[in-house]
């Protein structure tokens, strides 16, 4: 497959992070039975990969604005571009020694995203995409899953934890689906979720609570492998929302109108 020059500097800047990682996450391994735990040097390994992020992206587009999961946001001079980055998405994983993490690096181009790469150290698996060139596993093409009927689905999704509100709303939300599929799968990663969207391993995703640098390069992978993506009320407001419905065309229909159900007391949050 034939990448773009910015792609690649993506690719590098993703790779480089990931590298930084995976030797991070060995040491994060050792620290599980110390006393003091592995938390301190989880939150540098984040840091460290989100520097090494930034220094390849400036080094190549220096203009380009930036909104970051640790820095935050800086706006460029170039005002048409951003980068939108999780150097470490699934932190309790990579904290409790389970090797489902990633690197999440996307382009927006005037409030598009037009190139993402997600990259998964832990398993060595490169997920990258271009607007109009399609979608790719370590340079293999990607397409959504095939699947028609939400009984043979199996469907990811997160789920809300201590620090994060709407437990109950979110429970109406999982027994309505779970009644309907084959079954139900949480990595702890949304960006890894949606990359297993993109790579027809799941049928389908919906979750709340999320934040651009958590959606943004699995928006453009799932797009170019034939996928179909919403806000939760079925607009394309994902960033504001902080919300996201995945799957093929007609899954993405399917697990919209189950989510749309209402709870016991007949109302729906999803309106």
Not at 4 to 12: C, E, P, R, T
Not at 144 to 153: E, G, K
């Amino acid at each position: 497959m034939a990448r773009s020059a910015l792609l690649n500097v993506m690719v590098q800047a993703a790779l480089k992070a990931g590298r930084s990682l995976a030797r991070d996450f060995g040491e994060v391994q050792n620290l599980q039975v110390s006393m003091k735990g592995p938390g301190d040097y989880v939150s540098q390994a984040d840091q460290k990969a989100e520097e090494i992020i930034l220094r390849e992206l400036s080094r190549a587009r220096p203009t380009y604005g930036v909104l970051a999961e640790e820095s935050g946001e800086s706006k460029g001079s170039d005002g048409q571009h951003r980068w939108i980055i999780d150097p470490l998405d699934g932190t309790t994983n990579f904290l409790h020694g389970i090797p489902l993490f990633s690197v999440s690096i996307a382009l927006e181009r005037q409030g598009e995203v037009v190139a993402g790469v997600i990259y998964n150290p832990a398993m060595d698996e490169l997920y990258t995409a271009e607007r109009g060139n399609g979608a790719f596993l370590n340079d293999r093409r990607m397409r959504v899953a095939a699947r028609r009927t939400l009984p043979d689905c199996v469907i990811g999704t997160g789920v809300p934890h201590m620090g994060r509100g709407h437990h109950g709303k979110y429970l109406i939300a999982l027994s309505h689906v779970m009644g309907e599929v084959a079954g139900i799968r949480r990595l702890g990663s949304a960006a890894l979720d949606l990359a297993y969207v993109a790579a027809g391993r799941f049928d389908g995703f919906w979750e709340e609570g999320l934040h651009p640098w958590d959606m943004a390069a699995g928006i453009i992978l799932i797009r170019e492998a034939g996928g179909f993506l919403s806000d939760k009320t079925g607009g394309s407001a994902m960033f504001k929302t902080n919300s996201i419905v995945a799957g093929n065309e007609r899954i993405h229909k399917e697990l919209m109108s189950v989510l749309k159900k209402p709870g016991p007391d007949g109302k729906n949050d999803t309106q």
